[in-house]
């Protein structure tokens, strides 16, 4: 076949780092195992063997052998455990990494290209071939003219300044303007030092006349376009123009043979035209050289230059990215990190290996109160850019150190820049997180004193509470998933650096699972109490008027802090959320036959510094406790270990890994050909997806819906799973994350449709039941689909034949495990449908999966943007990639196959809100470009108000005792104060007939109740005032936010 020049070019990026040969058992000898020799021997070469040797740092050839077909991670390395005459010393005949850096560099590029090794043999083999008939035709015209040829970017070199640009291998440029790649071959002769003459060879015309051109190329007058011209501007083009005319030879050998001829040079390195050096042009617009001296015409900065390049482009081409091609990078410390004190400083080292040049290395944010640096921070002034050579550790390795330290409290970010002459540049995020903990004792501590171990099983005699012990099925689960002992000096990043595959899969689930339950535990820990306790036979709680009596042989002991514990700090959200008993036992030495006791937190009546707990009576007899006693205890708080159980047994009960791990090559993308007037294109698509008959030979992938709030996406599900229920005869499962995201599926789209007359779309609302307020507090019309307890007053779980009478089943993702115990056939659910994905954990998306059989269609939706799961041991620019939403989206992003890009739609079009509310929240919290979610709606705006509003309150934060959360009582005045304003001058007109409840104000923990209190007082109780966490994504309307001003927060505004 015949070599391309698209081909060369591709070969010309390898041989810039390498050299390669190809050879056989006659004309090479094999030294060691990776270390060959090359003989000049007279035979037939076979061709069945490739050398590579790297240009820098390269000392003998070594054998690239055939890429592993299994894992297929994003970036090969070298082995770790390799030693030459040894093997790998750890996976032997197993190890699937590289032997060697060429053997890295060769795999690279094959996996990049999609070639295997035996297509790279023959390209090379071909163009060796090529370049060996036709050198002779390049060497006459090298003799003839000297000097070399290049490819440059002909956009550059036409510029002011003019830039010289060589190729890489990317289709976009790699200067810092990021624009298309448009080739231009020169002619480069270097007349005197600094002084280089370029020559443009023009593409050969179509009619091209072997003459010089007579005109001025300068001249633009009737009749003669320098760019249209048939002639020959320079003697070079001249005679390249005639060897094409007259042979088969292709001018890209110039190119390759310069390659050969000149030293290895970085092949984007931009070269600006300064005073030191004079370069003469030859272009079509220029045939007489014309010298180009002058200052630099770059004033601003590099990082100023750089963002205006990320603000000013299109769609087409990605700026920054926190994942670059043949870029490895790791850091010492996480990217995001706290402290406690002020004037701290912090470090982090990133060591960074790479095929390219390092170029440029900056810090691209202004943080006032805080100083990050590059390098150490000796320096009086900050240093935030230097170029790339400042950081060379050895060839092509770099250590690029980052330091912190601040002035203030509060949360800084920022921005690590990477620039390899390429685009997108290598963007790393830090944080930083400054902050007075709130667990420091306002004096000094007599109770308070350090827990030296954790008290387990294997150290202590653990008694526990009886009527506290777990179900004989629950005490299985903790037992098979018991948390192993934390190895110290462990790696944090060794769950990292191995890709998930089929094989490793449930061991990574389980490894990240168990490694979050530690952080949590030893979070909790440092709750751990050594002091007095109260005891007593009855308690009064201080917000109601309701008493608690002891058992017979019980009583009730109160533990009293000197720190508030409050929901603000993590260990107190662990407390409300995940601790509801504790271990109490006397104060003693280390003696494992100790016994310790456990007791049960009372929460109805806690506050902000006491904790009560009810004690069992063998524990108060062991002790010989009795009331209004005071006695020195050791009390250490325990994780609930239920809910991680419960997801480490989804882990291994998924029936397979198809629907978490594609395999794409044996997947199609469904068709159907019914059309709905009502979606647009993206939620066509889906619905196609959702309801489309496969080819007959081939599964299909789950569905990725990925799109911003208001962009359809449980409108699309809702809809799809109407018509999978009237149009067939499948059974759809609808998850959500929250229970407030699932009641909106019947309340707003089903319960219509119902009491329309279509009764197969009746659907079936699954809730549990943990205190009578669930009941009182879901609506009326969802009720109506529930099943209830004779009285009314409790959920009941549904039998086999209640899930048969239904077609449609919702659910949440955490309580869909309980399905099991039904014992539903394969593929009782057709589809099977997650919304707010993005907001739970993978393990926790499995608890529905699992119900999934080979034919069950899955779909997932959700907004990486919204919140994500509260997770301890990553930071929280880290919990997305904990979902299986997406993971999942990269994961397909990463399969270079049409049924992969076709399986992930992304919906943009926002049909709730206001335009301008859609461009603020496109630019500040998507891509920093207001046109990634088109507003459609046509939602109006008040005639007299803009539609998004900040109001600063100067307000005083209180601690709620009782729910340890915080309320400011000016603020919530306010937004009581401007929803009235909003009703006494509501535009009927713009918004229709006046409606309270249209009205949603969104806030957290007590402030809630607060702003309820104080709008029905003013006779406003139709208003609807939500939890933050509850409404993600889902209210349309006139929407208020209120945020408080704590001791964790530095945000003190109101907006609506």
């Avoid at 729910?963 to 919530?972: I, V």
């Amino acid at each position: 076949m015949a070599v391309s020049e698209y081909d060369i070019s591709i070969l010309n990026v390898v041989l810039q780092t390498a050299e390669l040969r190809i050879g056989c058992s006659i004309c090479t000898t094999k030294e060691e195992e990776i270390t060959y020799s090359i003989k000049t021997i007279p035979h037939k070469c076979q061709e069945n063997l490739l050398l590579a040797k790297l240009k820098k740092d390269g000392k003998c050839w070594r054998p690239i052998s055939k890429r592993p077909e299994y894992p297929n991670p994003m970036q090969y390395d070298v082995c770790w455990f390799f030693a030459e005459g040894s093997g790998c010393t750890v996976h032997r005949k197993r190890c699937t990494f590289a032997r060697s850096p060429e053997e890295v560099l060769i795999w690279n590029f094959l996996k990049r290209h999609f070639l295997d090794l035996e297509s790279l043999i023959s390209l090379i083999s071909e163009l060796e071939q090529n370049v060996s008939n036709l050198e002779g035709v390049s060497e006459n015209i090298f003799a003839d003219w000297s000097g070399e040829f290049q490819e440059l970017c002909r956009e550059c070199f036409n510029g002011s300044p003019c830039r010289i640009t060589e190729r890489e291998s990317s289709h976009v440029c790699g200067t810092v303007l990021g624009h298309r790649w448009t080739p231009m071959m020169v002619h480069c002769l270097e007349q005197t030092p600094g002084n280089r003459m370029f020559s443009e060879i023009r593409p050969l015309p179509p009619k091209a006349l072997l003459q010089l051109c007579c005109h001025d190329t300068k001249d633009k007058s009737p009749g003669h376009s320098p760019l249209e011209c048939q002639f020959a501007h320079n003697k070079v083009e001249l005679a390249v123009w005639k060897q094409e005319i007259n042979s088969e030879w292709n001018r890209m050998e110039l190119l390759w043979l310069s390659q050969k001829r000149r030293q290895p040079q970085h092949s984007n390195e931009v070269r600006l035209l300064s005073q030191n050096t004079t370069t003469k042009l030859h272009t079509s617009n220029d045939s007489t050289g014309v010298s180009a001296r002058g200052p630099m015409e770059y004033e601003t900065s590099y990082q100023d230059r750089l963002l205006k390049e990320y603000r000013d482009s299109d769609k087409t081409v990605v700026i920054m990215a926190e994942h670059v091609d043949e870029v490895d990078i790791t850091h010492d410390e996480d990217l995001y990190l706290e402290c406690q004190e002020v004037g701290t400083e912090i470090k982090w080292t990133f060591q960074i290996k790479t095929e390219r040049l390092l170029s440029h290395v900056a810090l691209l944010k202004n943080e006032p109160g805080a100083i990050f640096n590059l390098g150490d921070s000796s320096h009086n002034m900050a240093c935030t850019y230097s170029v790339g050579n400042a950081f060379v550790k050895s060839g092509l390795c770099y250590e690029v150190t980052v330091t912190f330290k601040s002035s203030l409290s509060g949360l800084f970010e920022q921005w690590l820049v990477l620039d390899f002459d390429i685009r997108p540049v290598l963007l790393q995020k830090l944080k930083v997180r400054v902050w007075q903990s709130l667990l420091e004792p306002e004096g000094v501590l007599e109770t308070f004193a350090p827990i030296l171990e954790r008290w387990h099983k294997e150290n202590r005699v653990i008694m526990p509470y009886l009527p506290h012990l777990p179900s004989r099925t629950q005490d299985e689960l903790l037992k098979t998933y018991d948390l192993p002992q934390k190895k110290h000096g462990a790696s944090k990043t060794a769950d990292s650096i191995t890709t998930i595959s089929r094989q490793n899969y449930r061991e990574r689930m389980h490894h990240f699972l168990f490694e979050e339950e530690h952080v949590e535990a030893e979070m909790v820990s440092r709750l751990d109490f050594r002091g007095t306790m109260t005891l007593s036979n009855n308690l009064t709680s201080p917000y109601e008027e309701i008493g608690f009596c002891a058992l017979p042989g019980e009583l009730f002991g109160t533990l009293a802090f000197s720190f508030n514990i409050t929901q603000g700090a993590p260990e107190g959200f662990l407390l409300k959320r995940e601790v509801e008993s504790v271990l109490v036992g006397e104060v003693t030495s280390c003696d494992p036959k100790q016994k310790v006791y456990e007791a049960v937190i009372i929460r109805d009546v806690a506050s902000d510094k006491e904790i009560h707990l009810q004690l069992s009576r063998i524990c108060c007899s062991d002790l010989g406790l009795q009331k209004d006693q005071v006695r020195d205890m050791e009390v250490q708080f325990q994780l609930n270990r239920l809910s991680f159980c419960e997801m480490h047994k989804a882990i291994d009960l998924l029936p397979d890994l198809n629907n978490v791990l594609p395999d794409f090559t044996n997947s199609c993308v469904p068709s159907h050909s019914p059309k709905y007037p009502k979606l647009n294109a993206n939620q066509q698509a889906a619905m196609e997806f959702i309801l489309g008959e496969l080819d007959g030979k081939n599964g299909v992938a789950p569905l990725l819906i990925y799109g911003p709030f208001g962009t359809g996406k449980t409108f699309t599900l809702a809809s799809a799973a109407k018509e999978v229920v009237c149009q067939s005869s499948g059974r759809v499962l609808i998850c959500t994350h929250t229970n407030s995201s699932a009641d909106i599926y019947v309340s707003r789209h089903f319960h219509q449709y119902f009491e329309a007359g279509y009764h197969e779309v009746r659907p079936l609302r699954i809730k549990t039941t943990k205190k009578r307020i669930a009941v009182r507090a879901t609506d009326a019309i969802t009720l109506m689909y529930c099943l209830l307890s004779p009285n009314g007053q409790l959920f009941i779980f549904p039998m086999k034949h209640d899930l048969d009478s239904h077609r449609i089943v919702i659910i949440t993702t955490s309580w869909a495990k309980n399905l099991r115990e039904l014992k539903l056939p394969e593929n009782y659910f057709s589809h099977i449908m997650i919304d707010e994905a993005s907001q739970m954990l993978e393990s926790e998306a499995l608890m529905a999966l699992g119900l999934a059989g080979p034919k069950t269609r899955i779909v997932l939706a959700g907004d990486h943007m919204q919140m994500g799961p509260k997770l301890f041991s990553v930071g929280d620019d880290k919990r997305s990639d904990h979902t299986l939403l997406n993971r999942l989206f990269y994961y397909y992003q990463s399969e270079k196959k049409n049924v992969a890009l076709e399986s992930r739609i992304i919906f943009n079009e926002n049909y709730r809100s206001n335009k301008e509310i859609v461009n603020f929240v496109s630019t500040h919290f998507y891509t920093g470009k207001k046109d990634t979610i088109r507003a459609c709606g046509n939602v109006p705006a008040h005639p007299k108000h803009y539609p998004l509003r900040f109001h600063h309150v100067r307000g005083e934060w209180h601690l709620h005792p009782k729910s340890q959360s915080w309320y400011n009582l000016e603020e919530a005045e306010t937004v009581v104060n401007i929803v009235g304003e909003l009703l006494d001058d509501w535009p009927l007109k713009e918004w229709g007939p006046q409606k309270a409840e249209d009205i949603c104000v969104l806030s957290e923990g007590h402030q809630v109740q607060v702003v309820r209190d104080k709008l029905r007082r003013k006779r406003l109780g139709g208003v609807l005032v939500q939890n933050l966490a509850n409404v993600q994504g889902e209210y349309k309307g006139p929407s208020h936010f209120s945020s408080l001003n704590t001791p964790l927060r530095v945000k003190t505004t109101t907006w609506f």
